[in-house]
Structure formats: C-alpha cells, structure tokens
C-alpha cells in the first residue's frame, strides 16, 4: 500500500491572487439533473447536497433529461412493430449503436451489443469463449485489483489471477510473464481502478496480449465518464462500460467488440428475437447483436446512453481534465493536512496529476468507514461511498479489510463539494462526532432520526435490503 502525493499545479494553485481553482472547477462543466437537491441535516434545516458518489453512479446529463422527455412519447416496441411509434424507436435503438460505436472508436464490423450493465456484458463475453474440441481454447488472465465485474464472471471458465506488482511498470512485466507461460485466449484488465481512480496503460497490455496470442477486454465503467477511450488506436478487441456511470438513466450497458467470438458464442439471453428460427426441439441462432439481446430490450436506456457519449465527446478535454484534476488535487492535498487521515493508492508510480479520474479513496484513523458516511451525510449534507466497492481482494490488498472511503466527481462538481467534505473531516477529526449513531441492519445511521423523505419515496432511512458484505 502506499500514499498519494500532490505536487502544486499552477492552475490550483493556493497561492494565486485569483485563486484559478475557482475558474477550472468553481462551476460545474456540464449541467447534470439535481445538482441543486436539498439534502435534510439531522440537526436541522437543508443543505444543497454535495453528491460525491458519480463512481457508484453518476447524474443524469440536464441535455439527457431533456432528450428523454422528448423521445418518451414516442416510446414502444421495437424491431417487430409496423406502427408509427415503434419505428421510430426501432429507428432510435439501432442508431445508438452507431453512435456508441463512435464514440469509443470502434471498427466498422465491431459489434454494439445492449446490456444492463458492465457486469452484464462481461458475464455475456464469458460465454462466447472460444472452444477447441468442445472445451476453452485458453485461460482468462486479470489482476487481483479488478471490480467483482471483471473478476467474477472469469471464474466460471479456466482462469488464472495474478497479484499485481506495487508498479504499474512491474504489473505490465508480470502480465508479460504469465503470457510468455502461453494457454491465455483472453487478458481482462480495468481502464480505471474503481477504487483509487488510477489509470492502467490499457495500449501496453493490449500490445502485450497480442504478442502472445491473446485478445484484450477492458472494463471501462469507471475509465469511459472520464477519458475518451479508441479501441481501434488503442488496439482493443472488447470494451465494456454502462450508462449509469456515463450521466446517463435506465441503467443499459454495452459491449463492443470483434463479432467472431460473439457470433459463435453461446446466446446470452435465450428468447425472441435472438433466434432465426424455432422449433419445439431446436432453434437456429441469429448472429450479430440480435443473437445477445433476447426479449424486449431497454430500448430508452440504450438511448440514452448514446445521447450522453454525444455530450461527453463534446467536451473540451483540456478543460475536462483540468477540472476533474482540480477537485481532486485540492482534495487529496486537503485530506493528507488532516491528521490521522490517510489516501490510498494501488501503485508507488501513478502520476496522481495525470494518471488519476475523479476517485480519491481515504480512511480516518478510529473510525469506521461507514461511520464516517453516515456522519457526513447527516451532518455535512455530502453523499460518498463507503465499503468494499465490489473489490474485496483489492481492499484486503491494501490492508482495509473492513472498507475505506470513496469520493468521486464528475462532469456536475464543483470545489465546493470537495470543501464541504474537507470541511467535515476537520470537523470530526478536531470536535468528533456531533450526533449519536446506531447500527441498523448492518449500516451506520443517525439515532432518533426523524428527517423524512420526499412524499412519494418509502419512509425507510438507512439501508432497507442493503447487501451485509461482510463475509471474509
């Protein structure tokens, strides 16, 4: 485990007259639906909640929101309607591939397969393995810092884990070595780590795995909202990633990527739609994306998705980076002033200035992580994540066997959601907690709390139907 370390940037510098921050991220650099909440403080009065959980998932785009209520209306079946609105939303759904293909650089014969997620698309692409006699022609190779998304799936078919070195110079030749062992068809790795925001050189390990004869998949989920990925210059054969994280509603996913191996796989949804023909006893299998997109699909999630990778590829992305760098840097120098306080990172040779997302991850000494969130939320009015992040063996990795803190930003933060967590964390640190906190089922929550919700949201504060994620 190691720490981050930020060295001064001009253009967030503290000591300047005009304090430049204000400029790069003293305003949000796209609109984003309910950045102006008010968030109930349990000693009273509101807040405007300062959301810094976009890792888990992001807000919708203001031009999203706006696109949806605009296509909504016209919303129905697709693909199998000879109706007026059902052509055009079969019209809609199939240009989403195009649009989508785009914009993360995709071949022109790549397929753009819908799902619900990443952790739908990447259990999809373990399913269309390539077979040799009947059984896989090779090994799954990832890291032992991948999300539970591109862990999991792998785990059903030969694989091998590898524990990534405390460099990314020394992962890339651990990658070579077990590549140079041969039997590997396919190397998963993360574009970005959702834990610590750190970035890999996805082109190095593409290049890596095809010296040896294997194809790469890239969980983008966390990288995509963030850095423009190519495919092609970048020379990847799968890319995952979902709207959620992607300012984006209705929770679609997608996969792209070469169709030999998707054709030939196994359907990932057996139902209408997917088939060329059934019978009582047999189908025959239809190719392309139909083959994977069985029964009636998300058709405004895909939609949406597609409008919102229109918006990201939009954005300057000087003015992007800069932005994002901005809030991080500031506050990754702020919590590491703040005694007993410490940020985390996977790798001793990331640049935190140019080879990070809007993630920083941290713990505070004497306190459990939990205890912390449910603290700033009551009392801050600031939304952040705190847990395992759906990458135990990570977290064990770097000795946070019970969980850390997460904050994540995006395109809709401003420093001042960063100051007001900065604000928190001094706070407790110097006067402790400022309310009584209980356990209930299994989370940390305000005691005798009587703060409501919305009229039309279920009453339940805390965490109803929250997964334990306890287990070792």
Known sequence: MTTATVSPQSAIATAAAADPRQGVAGRPLAAVTGAEIQAPL???????YANLDYGASAPALSVVSAYLNEILPYYASVHRGAGYASQISTSVYENARSIVRDFVGG??????I???????SLNLLAGCLPLADGRPAGDVLYLDIEHHANLLPWQGVPH?????EDTISGTLEAVRAELEQGGVSLLAITGASNVT?????IRAFAALAHQHGARIVVDAAQLAPHRRVDISTDDVDYLAFSGHKLYAPFGAGVLVGRPDWLDAGTPHLAGGGAVKEARLDGVSWATGPARHEGG??????????ARATQVIAELD?????AHEAAIRSFLVGGLQGVDGVTVHQIFKDTNPETDTIGVVNFSVAGYDAGLVAAYLSAEHGVGLRDGRFCAHP???RLGLPNGSLRASFGVGSRLEDAERLLAGIRALRSDGLGWDYVVDSGRWVPANDSRTYPHWAPNTPGTAGAAPCIDD
């Open 42 to 48: 349990i000693s009273g009065g509101h807040v405007r």
């Open 107 to 112: 071949r022109p014969d790549d397929s753009v």
């Open 114 to 120: 819908f799902t619900r997620n990443t952790t739908d």
């Open 160 to 164: 091998r884990s590898i524990v990534a």
């Open 197 to 201: 925001g750190e970035i890999l050189p």
């Open 296 to 305: 009636s699909p998300n058709v405004l999630g895909a939609a949406t998705l």
């Open 317 to 321: 992305q000087a003015r992007w980076h």
């Open 394 to 396: 990570l977290l064990k």
